[in-house]
Every structure is written in structure tokens, then in C-alpha cells.
């Protein structure tokens, strides 16, 4: 008999703890989780959140195994929240790394023994792509310019390269930014004074 075509649209991995108010304190405070729901009353069961996934937590015996880690986090950028880790005293087993697997992640070990990985895809896969640079004459908005700059420091690529990247992507009608990028543009938007709209170069005229 032939597998159904099955349509899976949210995955939640459960740990089983032996205090939900404990549990949900540790999630919420300490890794930055948001407090989804509670059930029952004391509570045996909760959901926290970290973006789009949901972890479920249920009242019982942890049953932890040191070899294995309960659960792999890919989010938008691990060097910020492995910082914010750090700077709540979590307990960090394996710190921050680029692996040979392609990604940059890091483990923390929470209050009943299990251990979570967090880490984002690194973009260096693959193998070299032999080109020659050339220099172009460019003009910048001066807040752009700015802003840019700020941006490949952000990303520890250089200002050129990081330049390719948007081409690249937008000659595939693609975006080259995570969200946790796009609000930290955001936030540089605001540092830099830039108050025009994605269409304004139509509009800009020089001094």
C-alpha cells in the first residue's frame, strides 16, 4: 500500500518537565520564549513559542539524555541569541561555531537537563565561484550610504559584497534578509534619518 500525499504544516516537540510555572519562568525569561497557553489548573501542560514554532511542555518525569539534543531552533540570527543566553547565565555546553554542516548554531542545556540547539544557515556552501571585480562609479544617498555600511558590518560581509548579495537576490525576485535583518534595518532606518519610501530614488534630486 502506497503512503498518502500528507500535508504537514506545524511540527511541536514536547519535553516532558516536572514543573510547568518553573518551565514556562526558564522558557519565557531566560531564552526568550513567549508564553503560548497553559492548561489545567495547577497547570500540567504548555505551549511557548519562539517565532512560528511552538514547544510543548507536560508535566512528568524528564527523561533527558546527555548524548542527544531535544530539539534544533534554526532561527534568523543564533550570534544575537546566543548573547542574549549568555547574558541570562544559561548554561552553554557548546558555544557558538560555523560547522561543516553548513550551519552556525551553538547548544544551551535548560533546568531539567535537556539540551537545545539554536543556529542560522550560513550562505558560504558550496564550492568557490572563481569571478573578477571591477570597480564601478557609484553615487549613494548619503543615509543609504550610511545605512549600508552599518548593514555589511551587521553581516561581516564587506560593503561590495554585500551589495552582490541584494543584486543576486533581487535578479532572482528573491529578498536576501531574514526577518530578525529586516528589523534590525528598521532600526538603522531610524539611526540614520532615512524617511522615503523604497520608490523615492525616482524622486531625489542632488543639492
Not at 106 to 112: E, M, P, S, T
Not at 119 to 135: A, F, K, S
Request: aromatic share 10%; net charge negative.
Amino acid at each position: 500500500m502506497n503512503a498518502p500525499a500528507v500535508e504537514c504544516e506545524q511540527l511541536h516537540p514536547t519535553l516532558v518537565v516536572s514543573d510547568i510555572p518553573e518551565a514556562v519562568d526558564f522558557y519565557v525569561n531566560k531564552l526568550g520564549f513567549v508564553l503560548g497557553f497553559t492548561w489545567g489548573e495547577p497547570p500540567r501542560f504548555a505551549g511557548v513559542n519562539l517565532g512560528r514554532v511552538q514547544l510543548f511542555l507536560s508535566k512528568g518525569t524528564p527523561v533527558p539524555s546527555p548524548s542527544n539534543g531535544a530539539a534544533f531552533f534554526v532561527v534568523g540570527d543564533a550570534d544575537a541569541l546566543y548573547e542574549f543566553h549568555r547574558a541570562n547565565g544559561v548554561e552553554i555546553p557548546e558555544p557558538i561555531a560555523d560547522r561543516e554542516y553548513g550551519m552556525r548554531d551553538y547548544a544551551v542545556r535548560d533546568l531539567y537537563g535537556y539540551n537545545l540547539a539554536f543556529g542560522h544557515n550560513l550562505m558560504t556552501g558550496g564550492p568557490p565561484v572563481e569571478i573578477e571585480r571591477v570597480d564601478v562609479a557609484v553615487r549613494i544617498e548619503k543615509r543609504l550610504a550610511a545605512l549600508l555600511e552599518d548593514l555589511a558590518r551587521h553581516k561581516r560581509m564587506s560593503v561590495s559584497s554585500c551589495l552582490e548579495e541584494m543584486i543576486l537576490h533581487t535578479n532572482e525576485d528573491a529578498g536576501p534578509h531574514t526577518k530578525s535583518t529586516l528589523r534590525y534595518i528598521q532600526e538603522l532606518k531610524r539611526k540614520h534619518g532615512i524617511d522615503y519610501d523604497c520608490h523615492a530614488s525616482y524622486r531625489f534630486i542632488e543639492k
